[in-house]
């Protein structure tokens, strides 16, 4: 039994791989180095050399990709919330998502060009490390600012008591801001729209730049060059499949924080799904900051080179030198170059040449640029089309979608390392990929919700929204919140009880806010006959929609979407670091996300901050300006950003043909070697030892 298993081994083997049992005795026969041995200085243990190993770190690097990428999609799972507590406009929103996109393409090329050539583990350690002052610069705007005083004035701490009978004259005053004035506005408020906290934002975005392209660039080349080629692609895509996980759960966080009030020490007196609730988006910044932390510390501890790669290295330079391949030899020896300002100009000019490389940058950023504000503003778009809360819409965005995408990402990974295929089938079939994104964006636009369509419309005088009609043109409603109110009927929403006319309020016995005297609603049956004349009542909150049939076709189509995606990502990675030399792959991927973030992560957010900008129909107003959008036009939002995106993937895809084009001689996996040749190489170091 024992001869048949091992000829069944031998059959299973491919030609030129050493059995296990021959690498662990050359592993345990090599002298280990400064190089090959985990530790900071003297903190070095044989306990610690234990976890010096690919698993330990594709397992590790995988599992704080999850929490860094939950930093990211934390941050746009809060979006809406940020926006209304501090009066923030989206293209202003879009232009502090970019501060680390900025960083990045000022300091990525030249960073990982001297980084690559460095202990590259310690390096991620020190950028990972910026992203944790990311998380706590993100929280600290609460914690200058504190919940706002909208908020405050809607908890029972503060006065507002179901009872109005039990509320101080102040608070009285803050309840009939929203009501008709005739004899004078509510007066703007002048902390409204303040630049401090916005520069804040943006400075802790700025500083995280660094430390992604570090963590990007630095662990997979680390990856690349100590895992057997065979071996990557299903190594890289488990790391990505781990990574996947991060958005899902960052959205779930913030779906979670923003199940609790902004100041979770106080009683609000309104629901989650009335549009002035804003959530705790601070504390999900301090779980995730002490999270990368400790992991950002632990993965600094391994070497600059695993001790098995270094066998293999080592086994490889023997098995060249002894067929005389000089130029082979050359190449894999790989010297370390001393880095200079003319080398690093030298090696990003040889890039710039490389037709491969640049066409599959090329498709990446128009694939970037065309899936921006799905990533970016997907909540925004779930809570304005599908009219969903921002706790539900963070919450689906998370898990619905991402979990497709990180199976694709495992499945195309585990395909790809058993039949090895081609570099042209590799790059065919991101071709085919582009043309299903492209049919399934320009899908989304039939899915919108024409009832909320109409609900919204409802507010449309002569096909435009008149916020100042006849009906409340003494109303004096220019600095009054958006508030909306729905008639009894549920079929017309107005911005607020000022908006409609609305005069009074009572509270009735469940509850419920009912405005009267509004000037701008029928009275209705009155006596058995209807008067159309104004004076009649409405509801506090918008009039409810049932949109959730479109809503599930919807989520149905993005998760088809991002699974086949996904299935590209493997060949991407392996096409931009098999088509440069070696000693090429930290600055190759670095050079790659200057480009991307130069024409991709930097005005992708800008220009679709400001598609969505151009479609809202009611804006907050503050003593500066404008402030943040509270309604947009669904139907114009849905044609305007879908067929937009569409357009930048099909540019993109053009380009993964010239990637099929030019990859026809490029080899992906290792040359396979005669296992003659792999018995003289063992032969040779046992004699040299």
Same mark, same amino acid.
């Given at each position: 039994?024992?001869?048949?298993?091992?000829?069944?081994?031998?059959?299973?083997?491919?030609?030129?791989?050493?059995?296990?049992?021959?690498?662990?005795?050359?592993?345990?026969?090599?002298?280990?180095?400064?190089?090959?041995?985990?530790?900071?200085?003297?903190?070095?243990?044989?306990?610690?050399?234990?976890?010096?190993?690919?698993?330990?770190?594709?397992?590790?690097?995988?599992?704080?990709?999850?929490?860094?990428?939950?930093?990211?999609?934390?941050?746009?799972?809060? &979006?809406?919330?940020?926006?209304?507590? *501090?009066?923030?406009?989206?293209?202003?929103?879009?232009?502090?998502?970019?501060?680390?996109?900025?960083?990045?393409?000022? /300091?990525?090329?030249?960073?990982?060009?001297?980084?690559? %050539?460095?202990?590259?583990?310690?390096?991620?350690?020190?950028?990972?490390?910026?992203?944790?002052?990311?998380?706590?610069?993100? $929280?600290?705007?609460?914690?200058?600012?504190?919940?706002?005083?909208?908020?405050?004035?809607?908890?029972?701490?503060?006065?507002?008591?179901?009872?109005?009978?039990?509320?101080?004259?102040?608070?009285?005053? @803050?309840?009939?801001?929203?009501?008709?004035?005739?004899?004078?506005?509510?007066?703007?408020?002048?902390?409204?729209?303040?630049?401090?906290?916005?520069?804040?934002?943006?400075?802790?975005?700025?500083?995280?730049?660094?430390?992604?392209?570090?963590?990007?660039?630095?662990?997979?080349?680390?990856?690349?060059?100590? &895992?057997?080629?065979?071996?990557?692609?299903?190594?890289?895509?488990?790391?990505?499949?781990?990574? #996947?996980?991060?958005?899902?759960?960052?959205?779930?966080?913030?779906?979670?924080?923003?199940?609790?009030?902004?100041?979770?020490?106080?009683?609000?007196?309104?629901?989650?799904?009335?549009?002035?609730?804003?959530?705790?988006?601070?504390?999900?910044?301090?779980?995730?900051?002490?999270?990368?932390?400790? #992991?950002?510390?632990?993965?600094?501890?391994?070497?600059?080179?695993?001790? %098995?790669?270094?066998?293999?290295?080592?086994?490889?330079?023997?098995?060249?030198?002894?067929?005389?391949?000089?130029?082979?030899?050359?190449? $894999?020896?790989?010297?370390?170059?001393?880095?200079?300002?003319?080398?690093?100009?030298?090696? *990003?000019?040889?890039?710039?040449?490389?037709?491969?490389?640049?066409?599959?940058?090329?498709?990446? &950023?128009?694939?970037?640029?065309?899936?921006?504000?799905?990533?970016?503003?997907?909540?925004?778009?779930?809570?304005?089309?599908?009219?969903?809360?921002?706790?539900?819409?963070?919450?689906?965005?998370?898990? =619905?979608?991402?979990?497709?995408?990180?199976?694709?990402?495992?499945?195309?990974?585990?395909?790809?390392?058993?039949? %090895?295929? %081609?570099?042209?089938?590799?790059?065919?079939?991101?071709?085919?990929?582009?043309?299903?994104?492209?049919?399934?964006?320009?899908?989304?636009?039939?899915?919108?919700? !024409? $009832?909320?369509? $109409?609900?919204?419309?409802?507010?449309?005088?002569?096909?435009?929204?008149? @916020?100042?009609?006849?009906?409340?043109?003494?109303?004096?409603?220019?600095?009054?919140?958006?508030?909306?109110?729905?008639?009894?009927?549920?079929?017309?929403?107005?911005?607020?009880?000022?908006?409609?006319?609305?005069?009074?309020?009572?509270?009735?016995?469940?509850?419920?806010?009912?405005?009267? @005297?509004?000037?701008?609603?029928?009275?209705?049956?009155?006596?058995?006959?209807?008067?159309?004349?104004?004076?009649?009542?409405?509801?506090?909150?918008?009039?409810?929609?049932?949109?959730?049939?479109?809503?599930?076709?919807?989520?149905?189509?993005?998760?088809?979407?991002?699974? =086949?995606?996904?299935?590209?990502?493997?060949?991407?990675?392996?096409?931009?670091?098999?088509?440069?030399?070696?000693? !090429?792959?930290?600055?190759? #991927?670095? *050079?790659?996300?200057?480009?991307?973030?130069?024409?991709?992560?930097?005005?992708?957010?800008? *220009?679709?901050?400001?598609?969505?900008?151009?479609?809202?129909?009611?804006?907050?107003?503050?003593?500066?300006?404008?402030?943040?959008?509270?309604?947009?036009?669904?139907?114009?939002?849905?044609? #305007?950003?879908?067929?937009?995106?569409?357009?930048?993937?099909? /540019?993109?895809? &053009?380009?993964?043909?010239?990637?099929?084009?030019?990859?026809?001689?490029?080899?992906?996996?290792?040359?396979?070697?005669?296992?003659?040749?792999?018995?003289?190489?063992?032969?040779?170091?046992?004699?040299?030892?």
């Amino acid at each position: 039994m024992a001869d048949k298993s091992e000829k069944n081994g031998d059959a299973k083997r491919r030609p030129g791989e050493l059995t296990p049992e021959e690498e662990e005795q050359l592993y345990r026969d090599h002298p280990l180095t400064d190089d090959t041995t985990c530790g900071y200085g003297p903190m070095r243990s044989a306990f610690l050399q234990k976890f010096a190993n690919k698993k330990a770190f594709v397992f590790l690097y995988g599992i704080l990709g999850c929490v860094y990428s939950a930093t990211y999609s934390y941050y746009n799972g809060t &979006i809406t919330t940020i926006e209304k507590r *501090f009066k923030i406009p989206s293209k202003t929103i879009g232009f502090i998502s970019i501060g680390n996109d900025i960083s990045t393409m000022l /300091v990525s090329a030249v960073i990982t060009y001297y980084a690559g %050539r460095g202990h590259r583990p310690r390096w991620m350690t020190f950028g990972l490390y910026t992203v944790v002052a990311f998380c706590l610069l993100n $929280a600290l705007p609460h914690l200058l600012y504190g919940a706002g005083q909208d908020s405050l004035m809607l908890t029972r701490e503060y006065g507002a008591t179901a009872n109005p009978n039990e509320t101080s004259e102040l608070i009285e005053e @803050e309840r009939r801001k929203v009501l008709c004035r005739p004899e004078g506005g509510v007066p703007c408020d002048s902390s409204a729209g303040s630049l401090a906290p916005q520069l804040i934002l943006f400075g802790a975005n700025f500083i995280a730049g660094i430390g992604g392209s570090l963590y990007y660039t630095l662990g997979t080349s680390y990856m690349d060059d100590n &895992i057997k080629k065979s071996k990557t692609p299903a190594l890289i895509s488990l790391s990505y499949f781990l990574r #996947m996980l991060g958005p899902a759960i960052g959205y779930s966080l913030a779906s979670l924080c923003l199940k609790f009030f902004i100041s979770p020490s106080l009683t609000p007196t309104i629901t989650t799904k009335d549009p002035r609730w804003l959530g705790a988006w601070w504390i999900g910044w301090m779980v995730l900051a002490v999270m990368l932390f400790v #992991m950002a510390t632990v993965i600094g501890l391994f070497p600059k080179q695993l001790p %098995r790669a270094a066998v293999r290295r080592m086994i490889e330079q023997e098995r060249l030198r002894a067929k005389g391949d000089k130029a082979a030899l050359a190449a $894999a020896e790989n010297p370390p170059e001393r880095t200079s300002l003319s080398d690093m100009m030298k090696t *990003f000019k040889r890039l710039l040449r490389n037709s491969t490389l640049m066409c599959n940058n090329l498709a990446g &950023i128009f694939y970037f640029v065309g899936y921006s504000p799905y990533w970016i503003f997907m909540p925004k778009y779930i809570e304005t089309q599908y009219r969903q809360s921002a706790s539900v819409s963070s919450l689906v965005t998370g898990t =619905v979608g991402l979990v497709f995408s990180a199976v694709g990402i495992l499945t195309s990974g585990l395909v790809i390392s058993k039949f %090895r295929p %081609r570099a042209r089938y590799l790059a065919g079939w991101n071709v085919i990929v582009g043309i299903v994104t492209v049919m399934g964006m320009v899908s989304y636009v039939f899915l919108g919700c !024409d $009832a909320g369509d $109409a609900t919204t419309r409802s507010l449309l005088h002569s096909g435009e929204l008149s @916020e100042v009609t006849k009906c409340n043109a003494d109303c004096n409603c220019d600095y009054v919140p958006y508030a909306p109110v729905c008639t009894a009927d549920g079929r017309t929403t107005f911005i607020s009880a000022c908006h409609a006319g609305c005069g009074n309020y009572y509270i009735n016995d469940n509850g419920t806010k009912v405005y009267t @005297e509004c000037s701008c609603v029928p009275r209705g049956n009155v006596n058995g006959s209807w008067v159309s004349e104004g004076g009649g009542e409405v509801l506090a909150g918008s009039c409810p929609v049932d949109c959730m049939r479109p809503f599930i076709t919807f989520l149905a189509i993005v998760c088809l979407l991002k699974f =086949v995606g996904s299935t590209g990502r493997a060949s991407n990675f392996l096409v931009s670091v098999r088509c440069v030399d070696e000693k !090429d792959k930290p600055v190759a #991927m670095g *050079f790659g996300l200057t480009l991307m973030s130069l024409l991709a992560f930097v005005p992708a957010p800008i *220009f679709f901050g400001y598609l969505l900008d151009s479609t809202c129909l009611v804006w907050g107003k503050t003593c500066a300006g404008t402030g943040n959008c509270w309604l947009y036009n669904g139907e114009s939002l849905r044609y #305007m950003l879908n067929l937009t995106s569409a357009a930048f993937v099909t /540019v993109g895809t &053009i380009f993964d043909a010239g990637v099929w084009y030019f990859v026809k001689d490029l080899k992906i996996f290792d040359e396979e070697v005669k296992p003659k040749e792999v018995e003289d190489v063992q032969e040779k170091i046992v004699l040299e030892e």
